[in-house]
């Protein structure tokens, strides 16, 4: 059990490190990387059975909270689209405890992803200084003259 309990803390390690340059492939990655980081640190609670974790005022302050976006879903006009947005929105919450319980097993993630995220700055940057001067960047998108994409193409949205 030990081994996987390992395991597991290595994966999410690994999840939340190179969550950076999932932000920049689109929603769909990042959110994996979301979902994913979350599902592992739930197993991880609910096999060790280490609750102290969760029981802190701020966790039930944040299930309040969602409990009452759901409720005002639910007691919307349009239900559906209102609760299209508000339901699945506990992941974060999870990913970020997630986040904090493995700093708290293990400080050296934190230097990992900081480093990281330096990284994907930094290729940001490049990536956009040659898309200016050049008017391509890597993935050869065409700069237009007024607004730079780098790897984002057609968005815009490089800040």
């Known amino acids: ?30 959110d994996t990387f979301v979902v994913l980081v979350s599902l592992l640190f739930i197993s991880r609670i609910l096999i060790t059975k280490d609750f102290n974790f969760i029981n802190k005022n701020y966790n039930i ?12 879903s639910l007691i919307s006009t349009n239900t559906f ?40 700055i930094v290729l940001l940057i490049f990536d956009s200084y040659l898309q200016f001067f050049t008017g391509t960047n890597i993935m050869n998108y065409k700069y237009d003259g007024f607004r730079l994409s780098s790897f984002f193409g057609d968005e815009l949205i490089l800040g």
């Open 81 to 120: 689209l209102s609760l299209e947005s508000s339901l699945f929105y506990f992941r974060h919450w999870l990913f970020c405890l997630g986040f904090a319980y493995c700093i708290i097993q293990n400080t050296k993630i934190l230097k990992y992803f900081f480093i990281s995220i330096i990284l994907m």
């Open 61 to 72: 302050f944040f299930l309040t909270l969602f409990t009452y976006l759901i409720f005002c």
């Open 1 to 30: 059990m030990s081994k996987f309990l390992n395991i597991n803390l290595g994966f999410i390690s690994i999840l939340i490190i190179f969550y950076p340059f999932a932000l920049l492939t689109g929603p769909f990655i990042s």
